[in-house]
C-alpha cells in the first residue's frame, strides 16, 4: 500500500503561481495530477513518468503547468504558473500501476491517491 501526501495549495491572485508537491510512502510508477471543481468530474491535469522523462499536460494547463519528480525524495511537483480563476479544484496526485503515462490520465488508470488540496484562484 502506497501513501500520497499533497502539499502546497492555497488562494492566490490571477496570474500567481503555486507549486503542489506529492510525497509517497514508497517507490511509485508514474505520476498523475488530477483536479476536481465542484459540480465537475474529475479531470486529468499532467502525467510524469517514472523516470521524468516523459510528461503530458491537458490542453487546458499545457504551457502553463510543468510536472516534475525527484525520486530520490520519493517527490512529485506541479509547478502552476499563470493560474486562472478555472483553475481553482481540489487537486489530487496518484500513481499509476505503470512506469509509463498514457496521456495526462484517466482516474481508472489510477491505483493510489492522495488526499488532495485545495487550490482556489480569486480574479
Known amino acids: 500500500q502506497v501513501q500520497l501526501v499533497e502539499s502546497g495549495g492555497g488562494l492566490v491572485q490571477a496570474g500567481e503561481s503555486l507549486r503542489l508537491s506529492c510525497t509517497s510512502s514508497g517507490a511509485t510508477n508514474a505520476m498523475g495530477w488530477f483536479r476536481q471543481a465542484p459540480g465537475k468530474e474529475r479531470e486529468g491535469v499532467s502525467c510524469v513518468s517514472w523516470n521524468g522523462a516523459a510528461t503530458y499536460y491537458a490542453a487546458s494547463v499545457s504551457g502553463r503547468f510543468t510536472a516534475s519528480r525527484d525520486n530520490a525524495k520519493k517527490t512529485a511537483y506541479l509547478q502552476m504558473n499563470s493560474l486562472k480563476p478555472e483553475d481553482t479544484a481540489i487537486y489530487y496526485c496518484?500513481?499509476?500501476?505503470?512506469?509509463?503515462?498514457?496521456?495526462?490520465?484517466?482516474?481508472?488508470?489510477?491505483?493510489?491517491w492522495g488526499q488532495g488540496t485545495q487550490v482556489t484562484v480569486s480574479s
Open positions: 496518484a500513481a499509476r500501476s505503470s512506469i509509463w503515462c498514457s496521456g495526462p490520465g484517466s482516474p481508472q488508470d489510477f491505483v493510489y
